[in-house]
C-alpha cells in the first residue's frame, strides 16, 4: 500500500469544495499545487475523503473488536474519529474491551448476559411479579414531509463531477447546468419525458503550448440573458463565457486574476456583472466581449454580486462589506456594514429597494438605501446561511397582491421563509418567531 502526498492533498482539496468552502479550497489549492497534480478529478467520487476516513475507523473498531483466535464482539460505544487516532485512548478501549471478554468467559462474573455476542439488555427494575419490564426505546421524531415518487422525476445523467449550480432558460423548456468536470451542460427539456433529454456539452478549455485543452477548472455560476438566446458561465480558470443555446462559443472574458465566484446579467442583457477572487467586480459589455468597468473596494475576495437596475449593482465578500456601485462612477454610491463573519450572498427585492445578505454569521439581514444601518436583523438559522432568494411577489411583479417573501437556507439543513411585511411589534421591531421551516426539492443531475 503506497499513496502520495499529491494525492493527501487533492482529496483534501475536493472535500473543501464538497462542503462549500470555496475560498478554502482555492487556497489551498494554490499552495498545493493541485493544478500541477496528474490526477483526473473526473475520475474521483463525491465524498471519497469521508469514504477512506470511515474505512480507517471501521478498520481500528476491527482490532479493538477481533481477538487472535478470529472471534468478534460488540462495541459498547462507538469511536469516535479523534479517538481512532488518539494512541491511549485506542490502548485504553483495547484493555476494557479484553477485560470484558475475559470476565464474561469467567463464571458467576456477575452481568446478567443476553445472547453469545456478550451484549447487556437495559431492562428497568422489576416488577411486582419479580420478572424485569425491558425499557421502551426512546422514541424519535420522523421527518414527515413529502417524498416526491420516482416516476415524477427525472435524473439528468451526463456530468462526471459534482453539479454546483442549475439555471432555467426565462423563455423555451432548456436547463443549464455547471459542472466540476470543466463542462456546463444544456439540457433539452421539451423531449417525452418518458426518454432520456439530449444535452449539449459546453467545454470549459484554455490555451496550452498553442492548442486549446480542458481548463480541469470548476464552473461554479451561470446565468442566462433575459430573452434566453446567451447564456454566460463563470469558471475557477479565471475566465467568463457566453455561449450561444446551439452550444457554440460566442464571447470569452477575460480580466479576472483568478476563479470566478458569480456573475449576472442585467435585465436589459447588454451588460454581465461578475465577481472574483481578486477582490473586484467587473461590469463586461456583451457585444463586444470588453471589460467597460473593473471595481476594487473590496479587501477580500468577492464572492457574490446582485444588479439593482441595468447600470447599478451590490457586491459582498469575505472582508464582510458589502457594496452598491453604480457604472462610470469611480467610488461605492452606498456602503453596508454590520455582518461579523464573510457574506455568502445578496438579492435585490424584486424592486430593488431592499437588498437581502446572508453571512457565516448565521444571520440574515435586510438593508435599504436609505439607511446606513439594516432594517432587519434576522436571527433564527443555527448554522451559515449561504444562500437567499425573494418570492416573485409584491408590488411590481405579477402576484403584486400577495405578500413579499424572503427564503434563507442554512448548513442547519433548515429552509426558512420570511415575511418581511409583518410581525411589526408596538416597540416598532420585527418579530419573526414564525418563520417556518420547509423541504425544497431539484432536478437530481449525476
Known sequence: MSFSIDEVNFLVYRYLQESGFH??????????H???SNINGALVPPAALLNILQKGLLYTEAEITIGEDGTETRLTESLSLIDAVTPDIVAARQNAHN???????????????????????????????????????????????????????????????????????????????????????????????????????????????????????????????????????????????????????????????????????????????SAGVDKTTIIW????????????????????????TNTSFASCSTDQCIHVCRLHVDKPIKSFQGHTNEVNAIKWDPQGQLLASCSDDKTLKIWSMKQDTCVHDLEAHSKEIYTIKWSPTGPGTQNPNMN??????????????????????????????????????SVELL
Not at 23 to 32: C, D, L, P, Q, V
Request: glycine content about 10%.
Open 99 to 273: 477485560a470484558q471478554k475475559q470476565a464474561i468467559k469467567e463464571p458467576g462474573s456477575g452481568g446478567e448476559q443476553n445472547g453469545v455476542d456478550g451484549t447487556t439488555t437495559c431492562s428497568a427494575p422489576p416488577a411486582p411479579g419479580g420478572a424485569p419490564t425491558p425499557v421502551a426505546p426512546e422514541n424519535m421524531d420522523v421527518d414527515q414531509s413529502i417524498e416526491i415518487p420516482a416516476s415524477k422525476a427525472t435524473v439528468l445523467s451526463g456530468h462526471e463531477s459534482e453539479v454546483f449550480i442549475c439555471a432555467w432558460n426565462p423563455s423555451t423548456d432548456l436547463l443549464a447546468s455547471g459542472s466540476g468536470d470543466s463542462t456546463a451542460r444544456i439540457w433539452d427539456m421539451s423531449d417525452n419525458p418518458a426518454t432520456t433529454p439530449n444535452q449539449l456539452v459546453l467545454r470549459h478549455c484554455i490555451q496550452r503550448g498553442g492548442a486549446e485543452v480542458p481548463s480541469n477548472k470548476d464552473v461554479t455560476s451561470l446565468d442566462w440573458n433575459c430573452d434566453g438566446n446567451l447564456l454566460a458561465t463563470g469558471s475557477y480558470d479565471g475566465y467568463a463565457r457566453i455561449w450561444t443555446t446551439d452550444g457554440t462559443l460566442a464571447s470569452t472574458l477575460g480580466q479576472h486574476k483568478g476563479p470566478i465566484f458569480a456573475l449576472k446579467w442585467n435585465k436589459r442583457g447588454n451588460y454581465i456583472l
Open 23 to 32: 475560498h478554502s479550497a482555492y487556497t489551498f489549492g494554490i499552495e498545493s
Open 34 to 36: 493541485i493544478s500541477q
Open 404 to 441: 413579499l417573501i424572503l427564503a434563507s437556507a442554512s448548513f442547519d439543513s433548515t429552509v426558512r421563509l420570511w415575511d418581511v411585511e409583518r410581525g411589526k411589534d408596538t416597540n416598532g421591531g420585527f418579530l419573526f418567531d414564525d418563520a417556518k421551516t420547509v423541504m425544497v426539492s
Open 285 to 308: 459589455d456583451a457585444a463586444s466581449g470588453q471589460c467597460t468597468q473593473q471595481f476594487s473596494f473590496h479587501s477580500a475576495p468577492a464572492l457574490d454580486v446582485d444588479w439593482q
